[in-house]
């Protein structure tokens, strides 16, 4: 058992411990490729968003300054956008090169094989994988948010109507209710505020009418205005009937529960992802798309080293210009990755599949495909 376990360690020590000349020299040059075409792709999509959201900048109700914050915050995820377009043209190039200029096959004549030749960049896509999962997690999702909150700024700054619920009816920790429009700058549900209690058996002990609610932090409470309040007893009879012009009451919920029913799975990270599982349920609300994220936390950025083996694979067989050649199958590669992803996810979540196939089977596939395609390949 421990010669198994020491036989790779022991392979890769001698193998790559320190770093050969055939290693530095293919490694770095494919490092550089890669950080060079994900700065000029991040630059493009920088630019793109200035240009989107220059209105906002010459409008004079909008503060300048939300918008440079928005696009600052924004650039984590454009990096996550492009990290397997550029890893997938940068490998494909690097070793297309080699192969057109016959590089390649005077490293293999000298005996070394063509998978321990690309070995070094195989490992940097499977560190991609597993860096991107944490990056995505720790980093982009949290920048997400805050460019939301700059977003949401200059929409207001320019007159548009954002961030707020009209009717919504929804589950509470002890009981339903059924809330009009909510303004949460004043912390206040506006046009009617309505809620029924229900006990252990699942029978009303009281519900209550009003035309407006405000909600106090500290200390937790709601104070309702215009109130009826209709007190039943075990056999659902009315005991009680009130009309008050304010009270307070004690409700579990906060004003963040109605003005936020539900949050984009997709900026959540894996712990907020289970929150909101629970969240859901209290509130009778399907959560479906919510483990489909928590499937596609590690699953989408698998594609970070699949397209590395498949961009290793197709520019060992270019016989023409590298750059030509990379930049189509890259773009010819990617779009087929996105678009079965894309639907076999969508599929997932409407219920059309189970849960784990829909969103491992499109980097199963490749995969499967990339060692086929080496097999067939005989190198």
Known sequence: ??????????????????????????FFDFLKNFLGTLILLTSMIVIYEFTNNMKYLVSSKVDQTHVYL????????????????????????????????????????????FLRIITPILFFGFCAWIFMSFFTQFV?????????????????????????VYQLHIKG??????????????????????????????????????????????????????????????????ISRKKIESKDYPFPEDIQYFSKPTRNPEQMNFFELAEEIESRIIKGIPYRDVIVQRHATFAMPLMSFVVVALGALAGAIT??????????ITIAVVLLYYILYSTMKTLAENGGLPIWFGIWFTPVLFITAAYFFYKRMNI
């Not at 016989?319 to 189509?328: H, M």
């Open 319 to 328: 016989k023409r210009s590298a750059g030509v050649a990379s930049l189509g």
């Open 140 to 164: 982009v999702i949290p920048a997400n948010k805050k460019a939301q909150i700059e977003y949401s700024y200059m929409i207001k700054g320019a007159n548009k109507l954002v961030d707020f």
């Open 173 to 238: 920790k002890k009981g339903f209710y059924y809330v009009y429009w909510i303004d949460e700058k004043e912390s206040m549900i506006k046009g009617g505020f309505n809620y029924i209690e229900i006990n252990a058996d699942g029978l009303p002990n009281f519900v209550v009418s009003s035309q407006k609610a405000k909600f106090t932090p500290e200390p937790h409470n709601w104070t309702l205005y215009d109130v009826e309040e209709i007190k039943f007893n075990d056999k659902i009879e009315v």
């Open 70 to 113: 928005y696009i600052l915050f924004s650039v984590p995820g454009m990096i996550v956008q492009v990290v397997s377009p550029a890893l997938m043209f940068s490998v494909c190039f690097v070793v297309g090169q080699y192969s057109v200029n016959k590089e390649l096959v005077a490293i293999m004549v000298a005996g070394v094989s």
């Open 1 to 26: 058992m421990n010669s198994i376990i020491l036989k790779p360690i022991l392979w890769i020590k001698r193998e790559f411990i320190p770093f050969r000349i055939l290693d530095r020299y293919l």
